[in-house]
């Protein structure tokens, strides 16, 4: 039986030119389960690659920020949008830039948190976030500052539910440190090849192969089972 899925996109459906691998196109297009795009890209992002991909979205968006599930009509929101607001203000104005120039479409839309560009210092980063009672995830392609109780599996828990499924029933599939949430709520957790010490410390398996050539080892092997 296939199982639903819970999966990255950055490191996981990509190349390490953050590109969607287009071998993964089929696979997510075929899988005949719920598949849950889990990502720390800005709510659109998830969105729009449903769409591009014709696929009903279901989506856990800002690091759990944002949680979508077209089958329901629900949008839940969480975080604190004003804090993360005065932590960028606050980096600003001690010398430090968000790192995405001018035209910043890295937040441009996200609603529930921030992300800096790796590029920036990052001690400051921390300091600041925590004086506002946040904290600085490093997903490996940027800094995302966010409340600590708000993470992708807090999500995956809140979709499961509006599927009417358990969360153990999912496999979640993964690169980054913010994919450690998934792998704790979700039955099976695998890590791609590529993936940071957490994820692949906190995953059941890691596959041979990594960015998009890891995925597809991974649900194959589901597949096979």
């Known amino acids: 039986m296939t ?11 990509t190349g390490p030119n953050r590109g969607l691998d287009p071998q993964v196109i089929p696979a997510l297009r075929e899988w005949d389960a719920p598949l849950v795009f889990a990502t720390g890209k800005s709510f659109a992002y998830p969105v729009a690659l449903c769409e591009f991909l014709a696929l009903s ?7 759990g920020g944002v949680v979508y599930v077209e089958a329901t009509d629900e949008i839940t929101y969480a975080g604190d949008p004003e804090a993360v607001a005065t932590v960028a203000e606050a980096y600003r104005d001690v010398g430090h830039d968000l790192g995405w120039g001018a035209v910043d479409f890295v937040n441009r839309w996200r609603e529930t948190e921030l992300a800096v560009s790796r590029e920036s210092p990052l001690a400051p980063l ?6 506002h009672g946040l904290e600085v995830v490093d997903t490996g392609f940027a800094y995302h500052v ?13 979709v499961a539910d509006e599927l009417d499924l358990d969360p153990a029933a999912f496999v979640a599939i993964g690169d980054s440190e913010n994919d450690v949430s ?10 791609v090849a590529n ?6 410390a906190a995953a059941d398996e890691v596959t041979d192969g990594s960015y998009g050539d890891g995925f597809l080892e991974a649900v194959e092997g589901l597949q096979d089972v």
């Not at 998934?182 to 890590?191: D, K, N, Q, S, Y």
């Open 182 to 191: 998934t792998f704790e709520v979700a039955g099976r957790a695998i890590a």
């Open 146 to 158: 966010k409340p600590p109780d708000v993470s992708k599996g807090q999500g995956l828990e809140l």
């Open 57 to 63: 979205p279901a989506v856990i968006a800002e690091n």
């Open 126 to 131: 921390e300091t600041i976030a925590a004086d």
């Open 3 to 13: 199982p639903p899925l819970a999966v990255d996109i950055d490191g996981t459906l």
């Open 195 to 200: 993936a940071d010490d957490a994820a692949r």
